[in-house]
């Protein structure tokens, strides 16, 4: 399977570090969700990949291969301000840019249509895209960038400003596509909703990588944490003592635990079943919120 | 009358800047289908039975879109329509003012051969023609001169009869007339009276004043040629001035939308540039060659001077001038709408870029006003800022030879050349720059994409 590969990138805007080494893989048939704050650098790191940002130094390769212009027209994007001719007419403007990435006239005015009926705004074709709401020209925005069925998808921001339709339709064609073998990268600090459509995430700040892998991974990573009611004993005295385990927190009835890594877990399990009758023994996730403040530190 | 072409000019662009603000402040409505539009869409049938090639590569298909998108507007169909009229207007007036006068009817009663040659030599003097219809007596020719059938009667050498009285300010071809005829008749009969012979009589009558001689020379007449290098320039001046606004302006919005983000992901910087250039200068072309040929068939078919001797030359030369001068200009104007993210930008920027436009078209007015082509001409004309207006004023003079033209050619070709290299220098560097200015030192160092 072929894979989108930033290797070492590089950028600086004079005395301001933009990208610092930037290493991380999209592989094909995933969504990836590109996370940071503000300023990270999710922004440059996506025009880096179509050539519209001048590189100090590494690579971006497709297929092993460093990408250049006609691998590009293999690629969709979708800017974070909305590229589109304001006074271009909806269809006119799709069918333009699929055949500016190769398609010819009849498969791009097929393909216009097909997208524009997907994304539910084939009744605006003929419309000017200012006259269109911003959800609507989001979802002309998101079929130019899948007109010409492209095997890479970056898209920045793609989520903002949506209405949770809008995020439904919008989340479903990215999983879609990446079911269908292409490489989704896309941006967002809706952290829940890149929880719900991506498979894994990277997080970048200051240029540089500082989390990555599956959303399971990263939610199941670190200390165990586990969430146990046991009857008779609110206050969660029986696991006080236990080694190995912290408690971390006692909330209703319910007590959080931290576990050492060398714990095993069936030794609590076994512990809180000799304090009483066991309602809840759960082993929690982290939220992909938690993830993000704790490897960007803030 | 010399400000005519000024003021026209000065109308055409206030209309197009007008039309410019409403379309931009304009809530989107879903758009009209317009006689472009229609003629696109039926165009669409036959580019697919050719098999929809793309002959110009992305630039080709970025041209494309610009001829469409700028046929379709509304100010393209507002400002063709308006400068129609005013050619329609510059080629029809003039055949008015100088269209053969309707002959005056003129009623004779008792007459005779000399007083037929009086009359007619007085219609003569009055700058119109007579038709002489004798009348058997005054009361028939008063009657068919209340009809209407006469304009006036002439009996003998009496009186002459009108309908109305004649007002001092009355400048008709009849008060002309009857004013010079009254007077020659009254002048006859003092001859008579005083007892002059016939041939005393004629040479008194045929006395001419004495010559005026200026020591400077007089302005002649405006030639066919003149005339047509006059209305040239002007087409120059208001089709640069509208396509090299669009030129800026289109690459601004580009700009400012980002659309220019997703075009560059895909197409060449330079391949967009020379696409927009491209299909701008298509339509300035079109339009130009229409108003042309619109000119050429109406001075035609309404007898106007302006088909005659080296006027089509002078059509040629204007027309290869609004090429060349969009050629040179637009890479400038291009290049500048790059640096731009908002309108006033673009006010500041456009004001500059205008000025060797503006001073090229003034001075070249000025020199067909006066009837000869002064030193200063004859220097821009050879300045490819100034030469698609100078060279054209100098053909419409006859005051150059074809070598002379064909250098200026070659100018004007090769700083285009590196105009452009420059103009796609700055345009890579700062079409997707914004907040921030591109520095000399950046431009320089700038890589090719």
Known sequence: MADLELDGLSCRFGAVVALDGLTFTVPSG?????????????????????????????????????????????????????????????????????????????????????????????????????????????????????????????LDEPLAGLDPA????????????????????????QLDLVENVCESVAIIDHGRL???????????????????????????????????????????????????????????????????????FVFERRRLSEVFREAVGR | MKALPLVVAALVVATIVRLRRRRGGRGGAAARPSPFAALWEGSRTLRAHLGDRRLLGDMGLVAGREVRERLRGRVFRVVTAI??????????????????????????????????AELHAAATSAGTAARLVGEPGIGVAR?????????????????????????????????????????????????????????????VARARPLPIQSIHPGKHARTASETTALLGVVLVFIVLTQYLTWTLMGVMEEKASRVVEVLLATVRPVQLLAGKVVGIGVVALVQAV???????????????????????????????????????????????????ERQDQVQSLALPLSAPLIFGYIVSLTSVGSGSASLLVKVLAYLPPTAPFAMPTLVGFGDVVWWQFGASVAVTLLSTLVVAQLAARVYRTAVLRTGSRVRLRELRSSSPR
């Open chain 2, 143 to 203: 009657t068919a001169l209340g009809e209407g059938r006469l304009d006036v009667v002439v009996e003998g050498s009496q009186r002459l009869v009108v309908l109305d009285p004649i007002a001092a300010t009355d400048t008709s071809a009849t008060a002309r007339f009857v004013r010079v005829a009254a007077s020659a008749l009254g002048l006859a009969r003092a001859f008579a009276r005083a007892g002059l012979t016939p041939t005393q009589a004629v040479t």
């Open chain 1, 30 to 154: 995933h969504v990836v969700g590109f996370l940071g704050p503000n300023g990270a650098g999710k922004t440059t790191t996506m025009r880096a990949i179509f050539g519209l940002t001048d590189l100090d130094g590494g690579t971006v390769r497709w297929e092993g291969v460093p990408v250049g212009p006609a691998t590009r027209r293999r690629f969709g994007y979708m800017p974070e301000e909305r590229g589109l001719y304001p006074n271009m007419l909806v269809a006119d403007q799709v069918e333009y840019l699929g055949r500016l990435h190769g398609l010819d006239g009849r498969s791009a005015a097929r393909a216009t249509r097909r997208w524009l009926e997907r994304l539910e705004v084939a009744d605006r074709a003929r419309s000017k895209v200012e006259s269109l709401s911003h959800g609507n020209q989001q979802r002309v925005q998101l079929a130019a960038a899948l007109v010409h069925d492209p095997e890479v998808l970056v």
């Open chain 2, 83 to 116: 400068l129609f009229l005013v050619v329609a207007a510059a080629v029809v007036i003039p055949t008015v003012h100088t269209g053969a006068p309707r002959a005056t009817r003129v009623g004779v009663v008792a007459g005779s051969p000399a007083l037929d």
């Open chain 1, 166 to 189: 809008g995020i439904d339709t919008i989340g479903e064609v990215l999983v879609e596509q990446a079911r269908s073998g292409r490489c989704v990268l896309f941006s967002s600090h």
């Open chain 1, 210 to 280: 500082v989390a990555s892998g599956s959303v399971d991974e990263l939610a199941t990573s670190g200390p165990r944490r586990l969430a146990v009611r046991v009857e008779g004993d609110r206050q969660g005295r029986w696991a006080r003592d236990l080694p190995g385990v912290s408690l971390s927190e006692v909330d209703g009835g319910e007590v959080r635990l931290v576990l050492d890594a060398a714990t095993d877990s069936d030794v609590v399990l076994d512990a809180a079943r000799a304090a009483g009758h066991v309602t809840q």
């Open chain 2, 290 to 340: 229409a108003l042309v040929a619109f000119a050429l068939v109406l001075a035609k078919a309404v007898g106007s001077n302006l088909v005659h001797g080296e006027a089509p030359v002078v059509v040629v030369a204007t027309l290869v001038w609004l090429v060349l001068g969009y050629a040179f200009y637009s890479w400038v104007y291009a290049a500048a709408g790059s640096l731009a």
